[in-house]
């Protein structure tokens, strides 16, 4: 078994040692009527690599890859183009196989990167401090949600609409125990967001507001007056932004008011993954950082009076304040953060300002070409490079259709909304610059011969 | 700070030493108007794709001096409006940029200033750092697992259902469980996980009680979850043998006990032998028995944590099925269930419909699910995880994942004998340990504690174990070795941990100097808590904010 070492006369010559007859004897206190006394039945033996590789190939083949077909999808997972190099890097084995940065001597690499991934995120949040990641956007909006009910000391949080129905599940998931009352709605296929229903639902027990930024339907409001109103009311504006790279195109959440930043990080540096692992980014106000979940990455000097990083203000972790943590984290999502921050060293501000370009102009042209189908009418007044289209039927059959034809033609509002008839001929379409005009143009053609 | 600046005593212009390379931040070697990355000539546009216009001559909010990102010419293609509501972001981000070589320089510079499994011996108790195969990696990378969306139609996305169907079915034959939740993120969100179905199930059954009852040995996490879902935790005691007092336990049991959370193997690194009847005991008095499985590894193959009375347990895949750690993550928790918590598990679920595999969501659990507590994360879980932990448990099938706790123990006993003549094993005495060795640092000389023997492993060219951890053992010291380290390997760990401890107990303050030979002597972590600096900022502007 090619990865473990021991060779049968080092296992005697240890059990000597040790003094044990068999490695059987060192199980002694499980108890014989559950000790196994041989392998699981009815399961495989072991097998080489040769095997393990075809076993699984032949899965990955059942299944149909976005780079090899006109896609589209959207709604919190984008598909762009990540530099080769990022790759490589985040297989060196030193970051790769490495843990947790608890002994920051040796650890320098990987606790330096999380305290440059936290400032790239602090600035493209528009925010003070970030950490080191959470497991994913929609956790991390849950957490942002309780973090706000500890310094408000509220417990109600309004929801808007425009929020990823997932995250808003999360939510009602974790408040159905907590105690958390949330208000939520379902999104409306109108042009602008719902900032004036939100601003209108403020009231003395809000906690905070949660908006999406660009929203579920791709649409970008100001949210400079909705934070005026949520401090106004003693409340705090916590906003999610799925898609980071709109943020090489349009003003930060920050820079508008926001209290709390969160997000998903995946477009930059990490790919589809079937949806996970992600990496959850989390940005506020230094005032709030003693509230903050999750691991931080600090900095401070060593016995020489070298510059050097380490773990800190762990006090408010549980491995140390168990149940008085600000919340349960522990293992994070180190390897994506450090990919998210790769790439974005790779693009800097021109490029990732560049790559903002490239997607819109990009989702211009799609929303252009689609929405002159007949009946296909463009939902969105405003969209950085994702839109939704309403379309003359209901949309989920449409996408299954497409798919068939070799088409991944975006997200159906019934797949986010079942059941939802208001919503059931809603096309969500993400256009990234992965996409081509032969993609837009596929697109087009099967959709307006679906829809013929 | 450049790289110059610290030659502190090495002798060098460049305060480098060989292969000890220091390496700036991106903020003081990149800036704004670098990038390492090309973009297309947009076809049909004949130009290419730099243009959201920023106000010249403004100085970035982060105080840069760098040049500025230099619109290009002309409109977007075709439509004259932008669609972005007059939100363009015309402020400077703050964003440094590196050219490709400089990159790739940057973070293997960065890289070299790990310890890794890779290198060598990464004895972190209940951490489970062992070799990570590369052909987890390559399989993971596969195509059709790493590039296909979460929302695709469920018929182009039939095989990576079927890999997290196939997953979820050994880690039920493994656990002799009932189900498994294969979305939580890690470990802790899977004890998340857990208590949630928990809840659900006693609330569906009328009885919510409030109280999780938690050994004092128990990882962090699991108070800390246990709070975040709303409960009241309570501690009990160990018994003189590392292990959960049966009579405290007995005693403080109740109609308010919602449940009890176990790890089995204990952070002791001991089997816990009462487990059936502590199962027994709390399934009585109407509660629910939660595992931490978080040391599976030492088990996996020997015994069924459901043929020990377990309602749930999570499985950390970066623990025993090898993901790599990746330097705090990602990790994945699946979770197995009981029967009894089976209806309560969360959404979303693969199943397998004939010859089909379908996604049980909201929408369709209704007819079958409908007790479940619902979602914990947007879309399914870490799939990335999934094909890396079922690419090692093909490798080593039913016998090779025998042979793995069977090494995994092995070598934690001969670390525990090879060491407990010189160094307090505070419950060697009651047995053989599974498949981590703890000792204690009673006899230390005067000064000298747990934390200057791990810096001077480090001086050895080793990563430490876990310290000070589990919490009832004075000045911990937990040593799991793991399967994949051979015997020379530990050999030698084991003559430097002699030569450390010796030094310990003669009071060697020279000790307290290690390390000596790591980039970074030891860091003020007091300073970097009472003034903490969590992001770069422009030296001018750090100096303004004192």
């Not at chain 2, 977007?76 to 015309?90: A, F, H, M, T, V």
């Not at chain 2, 004890?191 to 009680?209: F, H, N, V």
């Not at chain 2, 020997?302 to 043929?307: A, E, F, M, W």
């Amino acid at each position: 078994m090619r990865y473990l070492p021991l060779t049968e006369p080092d296992r005697n010559e240890m059990l000597r040692t040790i003094g044990a007859a068999s490695v059987e004897e060192l199980f002694v206190d499980v108890p014989e009527g559950a000790r196994l006394s041989g392998k699981i039945e009815g399961l495989p033996d072991h097998a080489s690599e040769l095997a393990v590789e075809r076993e699984l190939g032949a899965m990955a083949r059942r299944n149909l890859v976005a780079g090899e077909a006109p896609f589209f999808l959207g709604c919190g997972a984008y598909r762009h183009h990540i530099p080769a190099s990022v790759d490589h890097l985040i297989q060196r084995g030193e970051f790769l196989t490495s843990y947790t940065p608890y002994q920051p001597e040796i650890a320098q690499g990987t606790l330096q990167a999380l305290f440059e991934f936290q400032t790239q995120v602090a600035r493209l949040y528009g925010c003070d401090v970030a950490n080191a990641s959470m497991y994913d956007g929609s956790t991390a909006c849950w957490e942002a949600i309780g973090m706000a009910r500890r310094i408000t000391r509220r417990g109600k949080a309004i929801l808007s609409s425009g929020l990823h129905p997932h995250y808003v599940l999360v939510a009602k998931t974790m408040a159905r125990f907590t105690g958390d009352r949330l208000e939520t709605r379902l999104p409306e296929l109108t042009p602008e967001p719902d900032t004036a229903a939100l601003i209108e639902a403020i009231d003395q027990e809000t906690s905070c507001v949660v908006v999406q930024y660009p929203d579920i339907l791709g649409r970008i409001g100001d949210l400079s007056e909705l934070a005026e109103r949520c401090h106004g009311a003693g409340a705090l504006l916590v906003v999610v932004v799925t898609e980071p790279v709109a943020l090489g195109a349009i003003r930060s959440p920050g820079e508008m008011g926001a209290d709390i930043v969160v997000g998903e990080g995946q477009s930059i540096g990490v790919g589809l993954n079937f949806g996970g692992p992600y990496v959850g980014l989390f940005a506020t106000r230094d005032k709030y950082v003693r509230q903050m979940p999750g691991r931080l990455a600090g900095e401070t000097v060593d016995a020489e009076g070298k510059r050097g990083f380490v773990l800190t203000l762990s006090t408010r972790e549980q491995h140390i304040r168990r149940e008085k943590a600000t919340s349960n984290i522990c293992t994070n999502s180190g390897l994506c953060a450090l990919a998210f921050s790769i790439h974005m060293t790779l693009l800097g501000e021109k490029g990732l300002r560049q790559l903002a370009d490239a997607n819109r102009y990009m989702a211009l042209e799609a929303a252009e070409r689609l929405s002159r189908l007949p009946g296909v009418e463009l939902v969105n007044e405003t969209f950085f490079n994702e839109f939704t289209l309403r379309l003359p039927r209901e949309a989920r059959p449409v996408v299954r259709t497409m798919a068939e034809r070799g088409v991944l033609g975006g997200v159906s509002l019934g797949r986010l909304y079942p059941g939802e008839a208001s919503l059931e001929n809603g096309l969500v379409v993400a256009v990234t610059e992965t996409v081509t005009h032969g993609d837009i143009a596929a697109l087009a053609a099967a959709l307006g011969e679906i829809l013929a | 700070m450049g790289s110059g600046e610290s030659a502190g005593g090495t002798g060098t212009f460049t305060g480098n030493r060989a292969l000890m390379l220091e390496e700036p931040l991106i903020f003081e070697i990149g800036d704004s108007s670098t990038t390492g990355v090309d973009f297309d000539i947009l076809p049909g546009t004949g130009r290419g794709t730099a243009g959201t216009a920023v106000e010249g001559g403004e100085r970035s909010e982060h105080g840069e001096a760098g040049p500025l990102h230099q619109p290009a010419a002309g409109p977007p293609p075709r439509s004259g409006e932008d669609k972005l509501g007059g939100l363009q972001r015309r402020r400077p981000i703050g964003l440094p940029g590196l050219s490709e070589p400089q990159a790739v320089r940057h973070y293997t510079r960065l890289s070299r200033q790990n310890y890794a499994i890779d290198l060598g011996l990464f004895p972190l108790g209940s951490c489970t750092m062992k070799h990570n195969p590369r052909l987890c990696e390559k399989v993971a990378r596969m195509p059709g697992f790493a590039d296909i969306h979460p929302l695709q139609p469920a018929d182009t996305v039939q095989g990576a259902f079927q890999l997290i169907h196939k997953l979820g079915e050994w880690l039920i034959r493994l656990t002799g469980m009932h189900s498994v939740a294969m979305s939580p993120k890690a470990g802790a969100h899977g004890e998340l996980c857990g208590l949630l179905a928990i809840r659900a199930a006693l609330e569906a059954r009328g009885d919510a009680r409030e109280v999780i009852l938690v050994p004092e040995s128990a990882h962090g996490t699991n108070p800390a979850t246990a709070a975040f879902v709303g409960y009241r935790v309570e501690s009990i005691p160990a018994n003189e043998r590392g292990r959960v007092d049966l009579e405290a336990l007995k005693g403080r049991l109740g109609p308010d006990v919602a449940a009890v959370m176990i790890t089995n193997p204990n952070t002791c690194g001991l089997f816990e032998p009462d487990m059936i009847e502590i199962s027994e005991a709390v399934h009585a008095a109407g509660g629910l028995v939660y595992c931490d499985g978080a040391n599976f590894n030492a088990i996996v193959g020997r015994v069924k944590p459901g043929d020990l009375g377990i309602d749930a347990m999570h499985i950390n895949l970066h623990k025993t099925f090898s993901t790599p750690h990746g330097g705090g993550g990602p990790g994945a928790g699946p979770v197995v269930f009981s029967e009894a918590l089976t209806p309560f598990a969360p959404l979303p679920f693969v199943e397998k419909q004939g010859d089909q595999f379908a996604l049980v969501e909201e929408e369709t659990a209704g007819e079958h699910h409908g007790s479940s507590f619902g979602r914990m994360v947007a879309f399914h879980g870490q799939m990335g995880m999934f094909t890396r932990a079922l690419a090692y448990i093909l490798s080593h099938g039913a016998d090779g994942l025998r042979q793995v706790s069977g090494d995994a123990v092995l070598n934690a006993n001969y670390i525990l004998r090879a060491l407990d003549g010189l160094l307090d094993a505070p419950f060697g005495h009651s047995g053989p340990c599974m498949h981590e060795a703890l000792f204690s640092d009673k006899g230390f000389g005067e000064g000298l504690t747990t934390l200057d023997l791990a810096k001077g492993l480090i001086d050895e060219g080793f990563h430490p174990m876990t310290m000070y951890f589990p919490l009832v053992v004075h000045g911990a010291m937990l040593v799991e070795p793991t399967e994949t380290e051979s015997k020379a390997t530990l050999d030698q760990f084991i003559g430097a941990f002699r030569s450390l401890a010796e030094r310990a107990k003669a009071g060697d303050q020279s000790l307290k100097a290690a390390p000596v030979h790591a980039p970074r002597r030891r860091l003020d972590e007091t300073q970097a808590a009472r003034k903490p600096v969590l992001v770069w900022k422009e030296p001018a502007e750090a100096e303004a904010a004192e």
